[in-house]
């Protein structure tokens, strides 16, 4: 071999050799996180606090009515349900009104305009949440599904840990190919950025929520400033999450197998657009995270297949020589170690996914997806849900608002006082 081939395969075995590094610490962090079934501990109490379920839903027809069914059947009897019909243009009113003709605990309320400087989804929560009597509010997507006992689990989870908010990630219901190739990679590249070690971590100040289901209390959403001040996120989740952990109250996510499920896009256009404003908005639309996010995959896991590529050309061309049987060598025991590694991330959102082979189709795809959020950074736009959002918008607040100090400590005392009153003994909330 040539020098120079020497230091092609030192270099590429310097790549390889953070996938067993990766190996241990994703090992390591997996034993740390709370995963959430169908056998974990359930809320029993003398009393069972007001629980506001709050669903937005703009042009939901299709996800709305498995979505309200799985709500109305929670093994909870203190539970009202609001749905915010927020624009809608399809049977999404009429489904909601459905519901409330049938259970007295669900209703309905309309929105017809957009308020400038607001997304839609934070418009209507801020909406619904001043309507609500509950003293936990529980936010959830419509394209989420619940099984009967999810609720009363998650309350104990927040009960048990102290926690003024728990959040879950769902299962992934991943009905279609792009579905099931892409979801898995882009759950993974989001969390990446927040691990769940640290955002449960009460001295970390990592924070971190999943929008779909949120269950937080009254008094700590209203002393963070509720979805007002986090009124033009396009992930309003981490933005509330790090404004309740600001105050030092305790936030908890969990993993949810078996409890709950989601279905965030059904084509491949809806997951690029998706997926593209979350990673934008979540990396606090900042180019240079974005680019640091897509030279990753390029360097550590896409070598792989254009060393894949170049090995089998050279013994095709040139014959078993030893840089192409070395260079082969090397790319198997990469594919190996991160194809393995995948899988053991893929079946945490993914639980009987059998797609981990086609993470190269999913990379390309991520690609495209994060060149998309980095055009928004140069230009300010976002389109979603028939919605067009500017530059102005994304302009009006940092990623991370700060609570004032003086907001801060006061409320500090008063939630402090509240998370240590058993549910009991406390009065009922007072309207905001």
């Known amino acids: ?29 997996i034993r740390q996180l709370d995963i959430l079934t169908p056998r974990s501990p359930r809320y029993h109490g003398e009393s069972f606090p007001l629980v506001s379920a709050i669903i937005p839903a703009k042009d939901e027809e299709k996800t709305l009515a498995d979505c309200l069914a799985s709500v109305c059947a929670q093994e909870y009897p203190n539970l009202e349900i609001i749905v915010v019909n927020d624009r809608s243009t399809d049977r999404t009113a009429a489904i909601a009104q459905e519901f409330a003709d049938r259970d007295p605990r669900v209703r309905v309320l309309t929105i ?11 418009h209507a929560l801020q909406t619904a949440a001043e309507q609500a009597r509950g003293e936990w509010f529980w936010f959830l997507d419509a394209d989420t599904r619940h099984t009967p006992e999810n609720l009363p689990i998650v309350l104990e989870y927040a009960r048990r840990t102290g926690a003024a908010l728990a959040s879950l990630l769902p299962e992934m219901r991943c009905e279609s190919f792009w579905e099931n190739v892409v979801q898995p990679l882009a759950g993974v590249m989001l969390v990446q950025s927040f691990p769940l070690f640290l955002v449960n971590n009460d001295r970390s100040k990592k924070a971190f929520a999943n929008g779909q289901y949120i269950l937080v209390q009254r008094s700590a959403y209203f002393a963070a400033g509720g979805h007002h001040a986090v009124r033009d996120r396009f992930v309003e989740d981490i933005g509330m999450a790090y404004r309740v952990k600001q105050l030092g109250l305790p936030i908890r996510v969990a993993i949810a197998h078996g409890i709950g499920s989601t279905r965030m896009y059904a ?9 593209s404003r979350i990673l934008y908005d979540a990396l606090d639309r900042n180019p240079w995270r974005l680019l640091a996010r897509l030279l990753d995959p390029l360097i550590f896991s896409q070598t792989g297949e254009v060393i894949l590529a170049v090995s089998l050309f050279l013994l095709a061309s040139t014959g078993p020589s030893p840089f192409a049987l070395w260079l082969l060598g090397l ?37 495209w997806v994060l060149l998309r959020a980095l055009r928004s950074c140069l230009t300010g736009q976002v389109t979603w849900r028939g919605t067009a959002y500017g530059r102005s918008l ?37 309207p905001p």
């Open 394 to 430: 994304s302009a009006t607040s940092p990623a991370h608002p700060e609570v004032a100090p003086v907001e801060a400590s006061v409320n500090l005392e008063r939630l402090t006082h509240a998370l240590r009153t058993p549910w009991t003994e406390r009065p009922p909330p007072a």
């Open 331 to 367: 790319c198997i025991v990469h594919h190996v170690l991160s194809y393995t590694l995948l899988h053991r991330l893929y079946v945490l959102s993914v639980p009987r996914t059998r797609y981990t082979a086609w993470f190269p189709v999913a990379n390309l795809v991520m690609d």
């Open 267 to 275: 084509s491949l256009g809806q997951l690029v657009r998706g997926w």
């Open 1 to 29: 071999m040539t020098p120079n081939q020497r230091t092609i395969l030192w270099i590429y075995a310097g790549i390889i050799a953070i996938w067993p590094i990766r190996h241990i610490v994703v090992g390591w962090a």
């Open 112 to 122: 017809d305009n957009l308020p400038a400087g607001w997304t839609g989804k934070t």
